[in-house]
Every structure is written in C-alpha cells, then in structure tokens.
C-alpha cells in the first residue's frame, strides 16, 4: 500500500502530522489492520495526544489479542522508568482534560 508506505516515511522524516493523516487514509481502506492502529497510536503519542493515541492502541489489541505491544503490559527493563514518566505525564495530561471540560460544562 502507497499510504503506509508514505505514512512510515513521514513517521521516519519525522512529521507525524502527515503519518497520522496518512495511516488514517490507509485504515479506511483496511479498517482491521492492527499495524496500522499502533502505528497511528505512536505517531499520535509523539504529537503529544495521548487520548487519541491510547484508544488506537486498544484498537490495536481488540483486532489482535497476540498483539506483542499491549499498551498496558510491562515495558522492558530498559524502559522502564521512561515508560513510568510517560505513563504518569499521560495520565495528568487526561486528568487535566478531564478538569477542563468540567468547566466548560458549568
């Protein structure tokens, strides 16, 4: 497929508003292909919108059960304390979401 193609050559350029762009055309033409998902869900993390990112990643799951890179399991050794600051930074980032959109409604 020319998108994901193009989408992976934009993620590795480094423009992942054009990789998410991209994976988005390409799931419409393959809506169950879980790579895609996780790949859109990384391209999403790195532009910082972790909602976004973490529903395509359980997307990602759902299609594939045996998917290898469940959003919730353990991180490597390595990465794990990189992994944890990530988490945590998403999780304020939601809470934060979560308190704005409170306000807006009053």
Known sequence: MEKVQRSNEACQR???QAAVGLYGEALLADPQNCILYSNRSAALLKL???R???EDAE???LLNPKWPKDPVGPPPPCTQNKKKKEKKKMKMEMEKEKQKKKKEKK
């Open 14 to 16: 480094g423009d992942f």
């Open 48 to 50: 910082g919108q972790h």
């Open 52 to 54: 976004a990112a973490l």
């Open 59 to 61: 997307k990602a799951c």
